[in-house]
């Protein structure tokens, strides 16, 4: 049966920076000005960045550094503390402390853990008509997570489905479908409770809705999360012999689940989490090619396939060296040289920068195709500040000055600390920019 659609805008949610005045509350703007008094305030996080020089993290409020009405610092020590830390950015925040001077304008030390409360999103408002970046990844996930916690199951697949059937995109071109599974996932670090918790929420889904296939998938995806955390992230020769029959055990179980249920095979989500599979499974080069080609003639488009591809093909895995780099060039020939094909190898290659120190220093990748893809998918996504911010750094870490150059004065105003990771490193980027290294 064709589940009704409910349109994309009454199932997602967006936190409304009129929720502070709500509550009664002051936001940051209204603050700034107390130096030397304690203050409450209540605001929306839009920018999270890590400070070398401080050896913490400063939240930035009503805007991103340089343009921010208020900075909060928070020590490295209660920031590991604090909820929903990895997924700050968007969310709206409760802190009390006192109002200070500082060189870069009205700053608020965090004394505590328990100065600072983390509020739900308001899932009553409307959403944004775009949706960019790590900030509205975040307050996506969350909006998810809410309703998953709420038991509100239906809203949760009827959105599945429309996101199947349209393909919706967030706005730098990435699939919001595959930021909808993301939202469950577990690392290998979250408790034994936490996974507790999932498992029993997922099975009262598929208690309410018999023959879920959403449901069928999150529970597949449990088991591929469950592998990796009995296996733990120590290098193979420190698993335990008990952790590697734990990691077969679940990777064997979420493969059971997806190959008794080939009607799964409409939602991208199921080669997607078969890849995570094949990788622990040690599948051989010529089955997982198999598999990468079934997942790409059902859905050409779908990023993560091309990713998780390419990871399996690193050295470390079960390639050569250059092998995933030979892959995206072989993947860019494919779409067309000089234009869609150089996006794809963009993406490819901004997939697996988290891999390397310096990836143009430490693999074959190469810069020249993968800028001229990033002015591709500019072109293509010209509203994406994420896509400015990546290429702006990409264009760093090359020492590409007179690209980088062209780029900045885009995104200074606003730059995106998702992806700058701190201060210090867009203020370097800056200087190479007009010449001073």
């Given at each position: ?56 993290y ?13 900075s ?33 304008g009205p700053l608020l ?33 969350a909006?998810?997570?809410q309703?998953?916690?709420a038991e509100?199951?239906?809203t949760?697949?009827v ?22 599974y ?10 034994a ?10 099975s009262?889904?598929?208690a309410a ?25 120590e290098f193979?020769p ?7 029959a ?21 939602y ?9 599979i094949?990788l ?6 010529e ?30 895995w079960?390639?050569r ?7 995206a ?7 067309g040289a ?13 997939s697996?920068?988290?891999?390397f120190?310096?990836i ?14 990033f002015e ?9 500040r994420?896509?400015k ?22 995104i ?19 200087r ?6």
């Open positions: 049966m064709k589940l009704p659609f409910l349109g994309f805008a009454a199932v997602v949610v967006f936190v409304a920076a009129s929720a502070a005045a709500a509550e009664g509350l002051p936001d940051a703007t209204h603050v700034r000005e107390k130096v030397g008094q304690e203050v409450e305030f209540q605001d929306t996080v839009v920018a999270v960045s890590y400070s070398r020089t401080s050896k913490g400063y939240l930035n409020f009503g805007a991103a550094f340089p343009a921010q009405a208020l909060v610092w928070v020590s490295r020590e209660i920031y590991n503390r604090l909820p929903g830390r990895s997924v700050l950015v968007g969310r709206i925040v409760r802190i009390k402390g006192q109002i200070e001077s500082s060189s870069t030390k965090l004394a505590d853990r328990d100065a600072f409360q983390l509020l739900p999103v308001d899932d009553t408002a409307l959403t944004k008509s775009v949706l960019d970046g790590r900030m509205d990844r975040n307050q996506f996930a909006a998810l997570q309703k998953f916690a509100g199951f239906a949760l697949e959105l599945a489905e429309e996101l199947r059937q349209s393909r919706e995109r967030f706005s730098d071109g990435t699939w919001i479908s595959a930021a909808y993301d939202a469950f996932a577990l690392g290998s670090r979250a408790s409770k936490r996974y507790a918790a999932l498992a029993e929420k997922i009262r889904w598929e809705r018999p023959g879920s296939l959403v449901a069928l998938l999150l529970k597949a995806g449990l088991h591929r999360d469950l592998a990796w955390k009995e296996r733990s992230d193979a420190k698993v335990s012999p008990e952790q590697w734990g990691f077969r055990r679940e990777l064997r179980a979420a493969r059971e689940l997806l190959e008794s249920h080939p009607a799964a095979k409409m991208p989500e199921y080669f997607s989490i078969l890849q995570t094949a622990g499974q040690s599948w051989s080069k089955e997982y090619m198999r598999l990468f080609t079934e997942a790409t003639a059902a859905e050409p488009d779908y990023f993560t396939f091309y990713f998780k591809t390419a990871f399996y093909l690193l050295p470390r079960h390639g060296k250059g092998e995933w780099e030979q892959f060039e072989t993947q860019r020939q494919r779409r000089g234009a869609a094909g150089d996006g794809l190898y963009a993406r490819i290659a901004w697996m920068n988290g891999n120190g310096n143009f220093k430490e693999s074959a990748v190469s810069w020249e195709v993968m800028a001229t893809g591709y998918l500019i072109r293509e996504h010209p509203e994406s994420w896509l911010n990546a290429y702006a750094n990409f264009a760093w870490r090359a020492d590409d000055r007179i690209r980088l150059a062209k780029v900045i004065p885009e200074r105003s606003d730059p995106d600390m998702n992806i700058w990771v701190n201060l210090e490193n867009f203020g370097m980027a800056e190479f920019a007009v010449g001073d290294r």
